[in-house]
């Protein structure tokens, strides 16, 4: 079955850091822009991170400037997020998703993930 | 950064009725950059429209999207029992932002 698939989530305490994984599952995503979404219990979808397929160039939410970095890894058919500085706002379901059309960054998501839960609390 | 705004909050609707869900950009969307998403509790965002009209692969047609500039419309025809959920609409044209969804419920 193709599908993403994330992992890495869990309980934290503030101030700590989590790396989140994304590999694609059953397909390639290294040709992809790549992206994540989070979603806080009962709240709504908040994009946070983007990365491109060809030039790797990253692009980030101001809520999270600074504190997260997203790569990718295609030996691996993997994306990372690493989550540093967490706050108790950062708790949520992160989900990663694929665009549309491969080369364009900004697009819509046509895959998605089951999501990985961080719980940031101490 | 583009704000979405979404209207109705609640569409309270009845199976085979047509539902008309509202989202207006802050600014102008380039290229019609706007997308359309069912979410089902428990469930990922399914995407149903991106350009503002076009339907994803697998969406039924009874879905539908229009508008441009400004001001978008999902219209869903004939409401299915499965279609009681929550919509959100997405921008892309400038980095992303959602809106805060509209839900559909009986």
């Known amino acids: 079955e193709v599908q993403l698939l994330e992992s890495g989530g869990g309980l934290i305490q503030p101030g700590g850091s989590l790396r989140l994984s994304c590999v694609g599952s059953g397909f390639t995503i290294n040709n992809d822009a790549m992206s994540w979404v989070r979603q806080a219990p009962g709240k709504g979808l908040e994009w946070i991170s983007s990365i491109s397929g060809r030039t790797y160039g990253t692009h980030y939410a101001d809520s999270v400037k600074g504190r997260f970095t997203l790569s990718r890894d295609i030996s691996k058919n993997m994306v990372y997020l690493q989550m540093n500085s967490l706050r108790a706002d950062d708790t949520a379901l992160y989900y990663c998703a694929k665009v549309v059309r491969w080369n364009q960054i900004f697009d819509a998501f046509d895959m998605w993930g089951q999501g990985t839960m961080v719980t940031v609390s101490s | 950064e583009i704000l979405l705004t979404q209207s109705p909050g609640t569409l309270s609707l009845s199976p085979g009725e047509r539902a008309t869900l509202s989202c207006r950009a802050s600014q102008t969307l380039d290229r019609n950059s706007l997308a359309w998403y069912q979410q089902k509790p428990g469930q990922t965002p399914r995407l149903l429209i991106y350009d503002a009209s076009s339907r994803a692969t697998g969406i039924p047609d009874r879905f539908s999207g229009s508008g441009s500039g400004t001001d978008f419309t999902l219209t869903i025809n004939r409401l299915e029992p499965e279609d009681f959920a929550l919509y959100y609409c997405?921008?892309?044209?400038?980095?992303?932002?959602f809106g805060p969804g509209t839900k559909v419920d009986i």
């Open positions: 997405q921008q892309y044209g400038s980095s992303f932002s």
